[in-house]
């Protein structure tokens, strides 16, 4: 078991003779980087679709590979059911209690029964506990439960946010994100919109496509601010109230406002933000298989789902450098209605989109169903990989064959219809047909063994059992982190008694730029917007160190907040970094109030001596910290974290060990190739001699035999002919020895061939060895490097006074609402 899992492969199961109905003894081991090339798993119900996905899941866990999982039917949450130990009280919790009630035993014998199958099962397959206990130590497993509070709730209160650079350079990319995430939120509200038919599409595309070239992040709240009031005054050639009429722009508006204001789509707004980065790796780099199920929503919130995760992954993907190697799969379990042949959902766009290009990125996709009559296999025929098990109706057979042969034809490789249509009809449960573009011939497997137990869908309180036990999450923290704010936030304290209002942004001198913080909410009815003093500045750093490969401009905020009647002497050093950017406005609110600007603030000269302090602060005390991996000759990047820098080497050792396992394959293959030539003409020879004897053996005895008849039948002496017989037989005898030693040498070099084969295997296992010890993140030895920034470079970009909104309440007690 260790050394193919050294070698970047996934042990699916065993080849299989279809003719005789057995299995073979050779495994099938798939090669993970043709799964950058992407799989499609067709399977009716009983075929054994679910533990062939969960089995390549599970490798991609063992090759510390992540996975992002759309689970709609709640199947492929039993990957969390792992048990190290293989007892009945670990599996007692988990079986179907209706079950051993139909089998008439108790659920403590059923759980017996279960936990001895399953240890027969893995042991069946050469796999043991310990596999179970290094999967789980190899990966963390998540259970996402989106709209809903029972797993890990994911907020979508960030999923109009602007995308990344890289998709906004790309005007192709952009349109599909633009369009998919307008038809994905008017499914959620029941509209069958057309792009270009439907004006309640184009309006939302065009407000989305001018926030997001404006840099602009736009939430649901602020998006029904903008259908009401749009940021642009025409649509085409037409003025927006002739194209869309205001009254009519109101009742889209109240529709996504009732949405929001729907006690049903709370859940929606809680949880952790959707963040592919940290659903595939922690912040340690320690690698995720994120289980985001689906089953409890409705088939427009799953829609309205399914197309906002494809959108962020197919975002992250175009983040990421190009590669060779397998970085992370997606997969989705029954892409029925996802990816339809003549329609076109939400969801199908950054789907197909996802086919044709995340295979550069290193991102595979695994789409599996047992509906084949309900996928668009042009779009399929991206897919390098075809899983196929038994199908129901010869029409489902058909269209597999055309999906097959399409992706033949892509792959510009040979497809025997005939033949794959033979095969076809001999499968059988957890047997499939693999029709591998990157392989001579398709290959007929039985699937192995799965750790995993498959008990069936997780119910509700199962999956919360699951999300309350694991110690990697803890529901309040992620909460708070969910709600963290983009700078600190002081909690609520007394407010001095005002004085007597004085207009304080005169007081600021004339050179110096005022800025007014936008409050994030309303203020409450009978309380008070009160604005008070920071000082912000924006600057420009230059971290170069060409020995180090760093080279690297970055920008960066500061918030200094002014609580007193004076600045602090070390203004800086409680300054707070600005990560977001800050909603600013020019003029501040008509109601509002102000704190006092303290005395120092009011002094020209005072903003000359906190600029260069700024300058200092920088050179100072912003250094970064780089890591550096001599072994791969690797460095962080400015700003990278040291997880995220873990996982790029991770990436470039996979990297490195494909290359290397390539040679290594090539050094030996021939090698193997040779000796098991040699050996199966050795074995020839063997039964050949072995023949030989046999037949001389009988002949001579046959020989002899006439002899002696001859002599007893009526002759009292040998006669001249019985003479010669006689001689002949004891040559015959002679060459009969002869050839049994021929027999003895035969073995002797057969024998020799097959150590020589041993030593080979040794060999070859030795040089894996070497390399994954070589190569194993967990062994490469890492220096931390500190550069500061150049200091001829550094500028200061904007410098101001910011006013901060507070409310305060009858009592003095003031809040922060920025």
């Known amino acids: 078991m260790q050394d193919y899992e050294k070698l970047g492969v996934f042990y699916l199961g065993r080849e299989y003779d279809i003719e005789n109905r057995k299995g073979r003894d050779d495994l099938l081991l798939y090669d993970s980087r043709d799964l950058c090339t992407h799989a499609v798993v067709v399977g009716m119900t009983g075929s054994g679709k679910t533990g062939l996905c969960v089995g390549m899941l599970e490798e991609a866990a ?259 450098p190009g590669t060779s190697s397998l970085r992370a799969i997606l997969y989705m379990d029954e892409v029925f209605g996802y990816f339809p042949p003549t329609k076109n959902p939400p969801s199908k766009q950054p789907m197909l989109t996802l086919l044709k290009q995340a295979r550069a990125f290193g991102l595979g996709c695994v789409l599996a169903t047992q509906n084949p009559v309900d996928l668009d296999y042009k779009g399929l025929s991206n897919a390098g990989t075809w899983f196929l098990g038994r199908l129901q109706t010869e029409r489902d057979k058909a269209r597999v064959l055309e999906g097959l042969e399409g992706a033949s034809t892509q792959a510009g490789s040979t497809f025997d219809k005939g033949k794959m249509e033979e095969l076809l009809a001999g499968l059988g449960s957890r047997v499939f047909l693999m029709n591998n573009v990157h392989d001579d011939q398709p290959t007929v497997f039985e699937t192995r063994w799965v750790m995993s137990y498959l008990r069936g869908p997780l119910t509700r309180n199962q999956i919360q059992t699951l999300v309350e036990s694991d110690p990697n999450y803890d529901p309040k923290q992620a909460a708070a982190e969910a709600m963290a704010g983009r700078v600190a936030r002081p909690s609520a304290e007394p407010v001095a008694k005002m004085e007597p209002q004085i207009d304080q942004t005169q007081l600021v001198p004339a050179d110096i730029h005022q800025l007014f913080v936008e409050p994030n909410r309303r203020i409450n009815k009978g309380e008070k917007l009160i604005y008070r003093p920071a000082l912000m500045a924006r600057g420009q750093l230059h971290y170069v160190r060409t020995t180090w490969k760093t080279d690297k401009w970055e920008e960066k905020t500061f918030l200094a907040q002014i609580t007193g009647n004076q600045t602090p002497d070390e203004v800086w050093e409680e300054a707070e970094e600005v990560l977001e950017n800050l909603d600013f406005y020019h003029e501040p609110d008509d109601e509002a109030e102000f704190a006092k600007l303290p005395t120092d603030m009011q002094k020209a000269k005072n903003y000359k001596r906190w600029e260069k302090e700024f300058k200092e602060f920088m050179y100072k005390d912003l250094p970064i910290t780089l890591q550096k991996c001599a072994s791969l000759k690797m460095f962080s990047e400015a700003g990278e974290s040291p997880g995220d820098f873990r996982v790029r080497l991770e990436q470039q050792a996979s990297e490195r060990r494909d290359e290397e396992t390539e040679k290594l394959r090539k050094r030996y293959g021939s090698k193997f190739s040779t000796l098991r030539d040699r050996i199966r003409r050795a074995e020839a020879k063997v039964e050949k001699e072995e023949e030989d004897y046999k037949s001389s053996r009988m002949n001579s005895v046959l020989s002899v035999g006439t002899t002696l008849m001859g002599a007893l039948l009526g002759r009292k002496t040998l006669s001249v002919t019985n003479a010669r017989r006689a001689q002949s037989s004891m040559r015959t005898f002679g060459r009969s020895s002869k050839e049994k030693n021929d027999i003895s040498r035969a073995q002797e070099n057969l024998e020799e061939l097959h150590i020589k084969f041993e030593d080979l295997e040794n060999e070859f296992n030795e040089a894996i060895e070497k390399l994954e010890e070589k190569l194993s993140v967990d062994n490469l030895e890492f220096e931390e490097l500190t550069l500061s920034p150049r200091k001829s470079d550094l500028s200061i970009e904007q410098f101001a006074v910011v006013w901060l909104p507070w409310e305060v309440d009858d009592d003095g007690i003031a809040e922060p609402v920025y």
């Open 62 to 320: 063992m090759d510390r590979i992540p996975s992002i999982v759309i689970d709609p039917k709640g199947d492929i949450s039993n990957l969390l059911l792992t048990f190290p130990n293989l007892t009945p009280e670990e599996f007692r919790p988990w079986i179907d209690e209706g079950q051993a009630s139909r089998k008439g035993v108790t659920p403590e014998v059923f759980a017996t029964q279960e936990a001895d199958k399953w240890k027969e099962g893995l042991e069946s397959w050469g796999q043991d506990a310990e596999r179970i206990q290094r999967m789980r130590d190899n990966v963390e497993m998540r259970v996402y439960t989106p709209g809903s509070t029972y797993g890990r709730p994911l907020t979508i209160l960030k999923s109009f946010n602007a995308p990344n650079k890289q998709v906004l350079a790309d005007p192709d990319l952009l349109g599909d994100r633009i369009s998919s995430a307008a038809s994905g939120l008017l499914s959620l509200l029941g509209i069958d919109a057309d792009p270009i038919q439907s004006r309640e599409h184009i309006l939302i595309s065009n407000i989305l496509s001018h926030a997001w070239r404006d840099g602009r992040d736009l939430d649901l709240g602020r998006l029904i601010g903008e259908i009401q009031s749009p940021p642009f005054e025409r649509v085409g050639i037409l003025d927006i109230d002739t194209f869309y009429p205001a009254k009519d722009r109101g009742t889209l508006a109240m529709q996504i406002n009732n949405l929001l204001a729907s006690p049903t789509f709370a859940s929606w707004m809680e949880g952790e933000p959707i963040d592919i980065k940290k659903m595939l790796h922690t912040e340690e780099g320690k690698p995720c298989v994120s289980i985001v199920s689906i089953s409890h929503l409705n088939d427009q919130e799953r829609m309205f789902f399914v197309t906002i995760l494809l959108n962020e992954i197919l975002a992250w993907t175009r983040t990421q």
